[in-house]
């Protein structure tokens, strides 16, 4: 009896070794670039021309506002370049779709300032192009 048990206990052990923890397919390989750097998004071209903004809380503190980051880019489009200033998690409407920036690297800590050349901003287009 206690031998038909340790089979049925093992299982979901062996189970959950089988188990994958890949990212959803809608956050897998976004573009993402550093200032001066230029990045296809998914149709568009953009580059990242500046910081405007980084006010975001710190993560090791507890702030009442998570505060904001913003950049300004060109998006390379055929009749020339067009600024656009993104914040982070606000999609922005472009030709017939949304861009946005949806991460940035470097998190924030309250004892390090983060030196321009450090940070990746990473993007997503959604719509046709």
């Known amino acids: ?18 188990a994958t923890t ?6 897998r390989h ?6 001066g750097e230029t990045v296809m998004v998914d149709g568009p071209q953009l580059t990242v021309v500046e910081l405007l903004e ?4 710190p993560a ?11 950049v300004r880019v060109a998006l390379h489009l055929g009749a020339g370049d067009r600024m656009l200033d993104l914040t982070l998690g606000e999609p922005v409407q472009v030709a017939d779709g949304a861009l946005e920036l949806v991460a940035v690297q470097p998190g924030r800590m309250t004892a390090e300032a983060i ?15």
């Open 1 to 18: 009896m206690v031998g038909m048990r340790i089979p049925l206990i093992l299982t979901p052990l062996l189970l959950s070794a089988c």
């Open 22 to 27: 890949s990212q959803p397919e809608g956050e």
């Open 115 to 129: 030196a321009p050349a450090a940070y990746r901003f990473s993007f997503r287009f959604d719509g046709g192009f």
């Open 60 to 70: 090791d503190v507890q702030c009442i506002h998570a505060g904001r980051v913003r």
């Open 30 to 35: 976004l573009p993402s670039a550093a200032i």
């Open 54 to 57: 980084d006010s975001r809380c």
